[in-house]
T-cell receptor, first 115, second 114 residues
Framework: DTGVSQNPRHKITKRGQNVTFRCDPI?????LYWYRQTLGQGPEFLTY????????KSRLLSDRFSAERPKGSFSTLEIQRTEQGDSAMYLC?????????????FGQGTRLTVV | DQQVKQNSPSLSVQEGRISILNCDYT??????FLWYKKYPAEGPTFLIS?????DKNEDGRFTVFLNKSAKHLSLHIVPSQPGDSAVYFC?????????????FGKGTSLLVTP
């Protein structure tokens, strides 16, 4: 399978615990994005990487959230001290930087439930 | 502030007829527009896109129309098939935004009935 892969698919955690999600993008894609989707809403942009550099962060990304892409390949998104409001689908997407615009390809997401 | 708006939460169409999904945007800096399709428990799947230098792009049964002056785009599906039943998201980005981060609407749930 050469698509975007996210793990785990589902995560249930108690409030206050830390969680970490992983995303493996399409291998030749140098851009990687994290989005969050809550019920009844479209995906909301959180952050993006070009290779290993984190170039943009949304104001939605509070201090409890941190993302890394250490070698410009896979990425992790960590949420510290989870809150019930963090419950959402976390989507990863990747794209290839070219002169022209290009679409982003999404993974199947990690559904987080904070109880 | 919702910069991309899909004002119809749902749409029901008979198989074989045309489905028209609408999208409005407010940010005049947006110059690249995409439609994604999403099934339950899956990530969004890219469907079709259009650059602001065009007013129409066609791919098989799917056509996207862009009206820049009205800040409006629409997705036409002809003929509609039951397998098209899904949530459709309109998204927009700006090439002045180096990351091409996508701004999504809330989605329109399309139901195609036999």
């Amino acid at each position: 399978d050469t698509g975007v892969s996210q793990n785990p698919r589902h995560k249930i955690t108690k409030r206050g615990q830390n969680v970490t999600f992983r995303c493996d993008p399409i291998s030749e894609h140098n851009r990687l994005y994290w989005y969050r989707q809550t019920l009844g809403q479209g995906p909301e942009f959180l952050t993006y990487f070009q290779n290993e550099a984190q170039l943009e962060k949304s104001r939605l990304l509070s201090d409890r959230f941190s993302a890394e892409r250490p070698k410009g390949s896979f990425s992790t998104l960590e949420i510290q001290r989870t809150e019930q409001g963090d419950s959402a689908m976390y989507l990863c997407a990747s794209s290839l930087r070219r002169r022209s615009n290009t679409e982003a390809f999404f993974g199947q997401g990690t559904r987080l439930t904070v109880v | 502030d919702q910069q991309v708006k899909q004002n119809s939460p749902s749409l029901s169409v008979q198989e074989g007829r045309i489905s028209i999904l609408n999208c409005d945007y407010t940010n005049s800096m947006f110059d690249y527009f995409l439609w994604y399709k999403k099934y339950p428990a899956e990530g969004p799947t890219f469907l079709i896109s259009i650059s602001s230098i065009k007013d129409k792009n066609e791919d098989g049964r799917f056509t996207v129309f862009l009206n820049k002056s009205a800040k409006h785009l629409s997705l036409h599906i002809v003929p509609s098939q039951p397998g098209d039943s899904a949530v459709y998201f309109c998204a927009a980005s700006s090439t002045t935004n180096s990351g091409y981060a996508l701004n999504f609407g809330k989605g329109t749930s399309l139901l195609v009935t036999p």
